[in-house]
T-cell receptor, first 113, second 112 residues
């Protein structure tokens, strides 16, 4: 049973436009969420996070939105740049109980110049 | 740089042989993790540790064991490697709850 789901395996966006990556979760114990970017042959790198006490968090071109009632989060990248082309993973963890960080299957973003 | 070193970075082995991957960290982080990355499956948690000698299973722990005898080292062992364990393995650390995971560069394992 996949607790964190990224239903879009890939996404193509024109340079300068908005990229929207989506993530759904099923475990109501998750209350801290993270997004990671991964380039080939490198380890994933942290992008942005959000706690369940918030519904939005911004960091430069990156904004994460959290809809707790729908158990859905999204990552917005504005404006998209060719260097943003990578695989993006969302992850979730509870802040009590276990120490597990569970990841989704990833979305490959391609930003077209 | 979170001071994580994985070794070996690349390994080719044969089915049935034992394999140990090492994750070494230099910053005294309490929590350490082993993930595997496979196409279509994303990053899946194998085992994690929340202190010396304190470990627990993740999502895909069958066929793997771990040990953490000192803070800086977290070892992942495949007792008898199978072709289904061909993957890229990532070690990660975090300092505490509600913190970012920092990943190592990965260890690519091929089991023939």
């Amino acid at each position: 049973d996949q607790q964190v789901k990224q239903n879009s395996p890939s996404l193509s966006v024109q340079e300068g436009r908005i990229s929207i990556l989506n993530c759904d979760y099923t475990n109501s114990m998750f209350d801290y969420f993270l997004w990671y970017k991964k380039y080939p042959a490198e380890g994933p790198t942290f992008l942005i996070s959000i706690s369940s006490i918030k519904d939005k968090n911004e960091d430069g071109r990156f904004t994460v939105f959290l809809n707790k009632s729908a158990k859905h989060l999204s990552l917005h990248i504005v404006p998209s740049q060719p260097g943003d082309s990578a695989v993006y993973f969302c992850a979730a963890t509870p802040t009590s109980g276990t120490y597990k960080y569970i990841f989704g299957t990833g979305t490959r973003l391609k930003v077209l110049a | 740089d979170a001071g994580i070193t994985q070794s070996p970075r690349h390994k080719v082995t044969e089915t049935g042989t034992p394999v140990t991957l090492r994750c070494h960290q230099t910053e005294n982080h309490r929590y350490m993790y082993w993930y595997r990355q496979d196409p279509g499956h994303g990053l899946r948690l194998i085992h994690y540790s929340y202190g010396v000698k304190d470990t627990d299973k993740g999502e895909v722990s069958d066929g793997y064991s771990v040990s953490r005898s000192k803070t800086e080292d977290f070892l992942l062992t495949l007792e008898s490697a199978t072709s289904s364990q061909t993957s890229v393995y990532f070690c990660a650390i975090t300092q505490g709850r509600a913190g970012e995971l920092f990943f190592g560069e990965g260890s690519r394992l091929t089991v023939l």
